[in-house]
C-alpha cells in the first residue's frame, strides 16, 4: 500500500495525458468515441479546450506532483475531489436524462474506483504529513 500513491499519481497523469493527445490529434474521431456531435464551428475549439487543453494542464501537474513531495496531499485531494465531480455529474445525466447503458456503467465504475483509491491515498498521505512534520 506504501507505493500505491505514486502509482495512482502516475496513472492518473497517463489518463489525462492520452484523453488529451486523443482529443488534439483527432478531435471528430475522439468526440464520436464519445457520442458527442459536433454540431457548430465553435464546437470543435470547445472541445479541445476541455478534452484537450484542460486535461494536458491537468496531467502536467499530476505528473509534477510525483517530484513535489510536499505537495502530494493536495494532488490527491484535487484529483479525488474531481472524480467526486465526474461520477457526480455522470450519474445526474445517467438518471436525469440518458439512463444506463455499458459505456456509462463502465465511465461511473472507473470514477467511483479512482475516487475511492484517491481518497485512501490522500488520508494515508495528510496521516503520513501530520505525523512526520
Known sequence: ????GPIYLGLNALVFA?????????????????????????AVPELLATYGGLMLV???LIALSLFLHR????????ITLSYVGFS?????????HSGFDWRNFFFLAAELVLLVWGAA???????????GC
Do not use: H
Not at 492520452?18 to 465553435?42: H, K
Not at 505537495?71 to 484535487?78: G, I
Not at 491515498?121 to 505525523?131: D, H, K, M, N, S
Open 71 to 78: 505537495r502530494r496531499t493536495m494532488a490527491y485531494f484535487l
Open 88 to 96: 457526480g455529474g455522470r450519474l445526474v445525466g445517467i438518471l436525469a
Open 1 to 4: 500500500m506504501k507505493q500505491s
Open 121 to 131: 491515498c490522500y488520508w494515508q498521505e495528510r496521516g503520513r504529513g501530520l505525523a
Open 18 to 42: 492520452t484523453i488529451s493527445a486523443m482529443a488534439f490529434v483527432n478531435p471528430e474521431a475522439f468526440a464520436r468515441t464519445i457520442d458527442f456531435a459536433l454540431l457548430t464551428p465553435s
Open 58 to 60: 491537468i496531467a502536467c
